[in-house]
């Protein structure tokens, strides 16, 4: 599955370096990406030792997505070294898997979830560090995973099978950001619903095409799934500001954004000092 994705940055955790006084990254999960394995239900019955009697689907989706954010850590890790600590900041909050924000809405159930990770942890595949509230941070320090090596173990046995899947196909794609470069709620209008069609029609657009390119780390062929190009745009203040394009490919090294092929066909990458400035001053003249 390595080759089909496009792992998400991670973020130097200064605090959680000081704690454990070794190098710590850590990122948010991406709770609309799992995994799709035809042995799913064996993982997930060996995963909890008790029956699930209710809500299975819940479970099998939670599942998916933790093995994928587990799996993304794994691959970072391996990419930093071996002395460096990566985790995923799992929320343990309850309020969070009900958020109603267009933002972080998400599929996931909290009471499975948190059973799973639970469960994992029992089984000493992964190691959670809990959160806490602390005066020196107004949001407190959150809870964060990491993968033990018996749990690598775990991920190795069955993760070739896997598929990156989309769990939550109506992510938001029209951010607006307010002046503290936070997400801000908006009211729907005709324009930001026309914004929102014609990207969903611009994604499906690229996902009928293929795209590789040649990984810098181990210089072997990558062809990320289609979800991982789909584009969103990002408004600062109002929607006549901003509104540039962002997508997961543009994580790439300059070197990888260079063996880029669409279709097969090589591609290249024009850059234009000052662009939008001289066609200004062109429309001007």
């Not at 995963?47 to 993304?72: G, M, S, V």
């Not at 990320?224 to 190009?229: G, M, V």
């Not at 990888?256 to 001007?284: A, M, W, Y």
Request: charged share 30%; hydrophobic share 30%; proline share 4%.
């Amino acid at each position: 599955m390595k080759n089909l994705i496009i792992p998400p940055n991670l973020q130097f955790n200064k605090l959680l370096s000081t704690l454990f006084k070794s190098d710590y990254y850590t990122r948010f999960p991406a709770n609309n990406v799992g995994v799709h394995t035809e042995q799913l239900d064996d993982v997930l019955n060996a995963a909890i030792d008790k029956p699930i009697i209710r809500h299975r689907e819940k479970y099998r989706e939670a599942l998916q997505a933790i093995i994928f954010n587990l799996y993304t850590c794994s691959i970072a890790r391996e990419k930093l070294g071996s002395e460096e600590r990566v985790g995923v900041l799992f929320s343990r909050n309850r309020t969070y898997y009900h958020n109603k924000s267009r933002y972080d809405r998400t599929s996931l159930a909290y009471q499975p979830f948190i059973r799973l990770l639970n469960s994992l942890e029992d089984k000493a595949y992964i190691r959670t560090h809990k959160g806490f509230k602390s005066r020196d941070r107004a949001s407190g320090v959150p809870s964060t995973t990491e993968l033990t090596k018996d749990g690598q173990q775990w991920l190795e046995g069955f993760i070739n099978e896997c598929k990156p899947q989309e769990l939550n196909t109506e992510k938001e794609l029209i951010y607006l950001v307010n002046e503290n470069k936070k997400n801000a709620e908006y009211e729907d209008t005709e324009k930001t619903n026309q914004f929102r069609q014609q990207l969903k029609s611009f994604n499906n657009f690229i996902a009928q095409h293929s795209l590789s390119y040649i990984s810098a780390d181990d210089q072997e062929e990558m062809q990320p799934h289609s979800l991982f190009l789909k584009y969103h745009r990002k408004f600062h203040k109002d929607f006549t500001h901003g509104g540039r394009l962002y997508s997961p490919i543009q994580n790439l090294k300059k070197e990888e954004r260079q063996t880029i092929k669409l279709n097969g066909q090589p591609t290249v990458e024009l850059d234009f000092k000052s662009l939008h400035l001289r066609l200004l001053r062109f429309k001007e003249s």
